[in-house]
């Protein structure tokens, strides 16, 4: 059983980089074979894939996302981290991480194991 819980600020200003960190437990680590992945659904608006990570540490990113997108794993600590710099109001939205079989998300596949999401908004 994989169990993920996100963790990090529900509030930025402008400008900000956003740092949400992703733990994983439940006698799964992440080095097993799933993807990692960092997944976003802002207000009104469907699933978006932002990037992930495969079990030996190669990581993807969204093309749209690439250039503001960071995302890197603590093997000792189990945790996989998003960094998303310079956030705007439109990066207001509910962030999940999940492990998947697929790499690029864009539904919830009852094989694949989600955190329960964390909700960040952006305001000045």
């Known amino acids: 059983q994989v169990q993920l819980q996100e963790s990090g600020p529900g509030l930025l200003k402008p400008s900000q980089t956003l740092s949400l960190t992703c733990t994983v437990s439940g006698g799964s680590t992440i080095s097993d074979i799933y993807y990692w992945n960092w997944i976003r659904q802002p207000p009104g608006k469907g699933l978006e894939w932002m990037g992930g990570?495969?079990?030996?540490?190669?990581?993807f990113y969204d093309p749209s996302l690439k250039s503001r997108t960071s995302i890197s794993r603590d093997t000792s600590k189990n945790q996989f981290t998003l960094h998303l710099r310079s956030v705007t109001p439109e990066d207001t939205a509910v962030y999940y991480c999940?492990?998947?079989?697929?790499?690029?998300?864009?539904?919830?596949?009852?094989?694949?194991?989600w955190g329960q999401g964390t909700q960040v908004t952006v305001s000045s």
């Open positions: 999940a492990a998947t079989k697929e790499l690029v998300v864009q539904t919830r596949d009852p094989l694949d194991y």
């Open positions: 990570m495969t079990s030996g540490g190669s990581i």
